[in-house]
């Protein structure tokens, strides 16, 4: 079973805004990372640490954190966006790694 | 340019060991903070982190498998090899190997494309 929980899966109208969200207890101690999947194709990062997006990806992506809660926003969602997302961090001991179960958002 | 590529047997027999190679270019693993992880996912499940190996040769594998899993690094040779001993047909996945920049902050900003293994007799 994963230490970070995440919602199964999340609509979002196109060019609407949508928050995903990741619990677990480690992240009051930890950084998370989020990552987009495309079926068939490897994931991608998109969002890490307090306030970081890597170079080529859009900035209508953004994260957040507080809490045992991380966040990954999308602001103005596109059709492209639509994917399976996973957050990422260390587990309570701080040794292992740990995903998310994933959420799958479709953008309608 | 930073790539990973994964390598191994696309099929294995039950009980076989399993041994995979990540050969990557653009980066050292070498270089003080650097790590090399591995990851799979089930067809049509989340993914799963299996095992990292650090810079200094640290090496950490998940709590699950750690009794299954060997990782190790050939930095003359830019390689991460995993192996996975008495595989089953659970194992059957798309194993992945990504770069770790910063292990502090611990995210994986680039990966390999994957490679699928089959687990059957």
């Known amino acids: 079973s994963s230490e970070l929980t995440q919602d199964p899966a999340v609509s979002v109208a196109l060019g609407q805004t949508v928050r995903i969200t990741c619990q677990g207890d480690s992240l009051r101690s930890f950084y998370a990372s989020w990552y987009q999947q495309k079926p068939g194709q490897a994931p991608i990062l998109v969002f890490y640490g307090i306030n970081n997006r890597p170079s080529g990806i859009p900035d209508r992506f953004s994260g957040s954190s507080s809490g045992n809660t991380a966040s990954l926003t999308l602001t103005g969602a596109q059709a492209e966006d639509e994917a399976d997302y996973y957050c990422?961090?260390?587990?309570?001991?701080?040794?292992?790694?740990?995903f998310g179960g994933g959420t799958k958002l479709t953008v309608l | 340019q930073v790539t990973l590529r994964e390598s191994g047997p696309a099929l294995v027999k039950p009980t076989q060991t399993l041994t995979l190679t990540c050969t990557f270019s653009g980066f050292s693993l070498s270089t003080s903070g650097m790590c090399v992880t591995w990851i799979r996912q089930s067809p049509g499940k989340a993914l799963e982190w299996l095992a990292r190996i650090d810079w200094d040769d640290d090496k950490y594998y998940s709590t699950f498998l750690k009794t299954r899993l060997t990782i190790s690094k050939d930095t003359s040779k830019n390689q991460v090899v995993l192996t996975m001993t008495n595989m089953d047909p659970v194992d059957t996945a798309t194993y992945y190997c990504?770069?770790?920049?910063?292990?502090?902050?611990?995210?994986?900003?680039?990966w390999g494309k994957g490679t699928t293994v089959t687990v059957s007799s």
């Open positions: 990422h961090s260390r587990d309570s001991s701080g040794n292992h790694l740990v």
């Open positions: 990504a770069r770790i920049p910063n292990y502090y902050y611990n995210y994986m900003d680039v």
